[in-house]
């Protein structure tokens, strides 16, 4: 029962926007950090962003500073990361992680989200 379910993947052309949504089931995010990573296609997976949810302190891969925002609502168990501006290679699955560890690494992340396919492309 414990998972992370993200959702809002799909189609979107160069310079719009998407919004994807991490909720956790059987569990709480409050006192976790919680991270979106992604994974295109034949490419290793990467950090993109990371949210204290207790802090509400937020950092951005250089990659998509200033275009994407993660938020989070304690009330809703939810992560948010609204991606604006996007482009071509922003087209990965992208996945939702939680960890009781203050700050997010790939590497001890406590539970992952199955992914959430997005594509940007005209």
């Known amino acids: 029962q414990l998972q992370l379910v993200e959702s809002g993947g799909g189609l979107a052309q160069p310079g719009g926007s998407l919004r994807l949504s991490c909720t956790a089931i059987?569990?709480?995010?409050?006192?976790?950090?919680v991270g979106w990573f992604r994974q295109a296609s034949g490419k290793e997976r990467e950090w993109v962003s990371c949210?204290?949810?207790?802090?509400?302190?937020?950092d951005y891969a250089d990659s998509v500073k200033g275009r994407f925002t993660i938020s989070t609502d304690s009330d809703k168990n939810t992560v948010w990361l609204q991606m604006n501006s996007l482009k071509p290679e922003d087209t990965a699955v992208y996945f939702c992680?939680?960890?009781?560890?203050?700050?997010?690494?790939?590497?001890?992340?406590?539970?992952w989200g199955r992914g959430t396919l997005v594509t940007v492309s005209s």
């Open positions: 992680a939680a960890t009781t560890r203050y700050y997010c690494a790939d590497s001890h992340m406590d539970y």
């Open positions: 059987g569990f709480t995010l409050d006192y976790h950090a």
């Open positions: 949210i204290d949810t207790s802090t509400r302190g937020t």
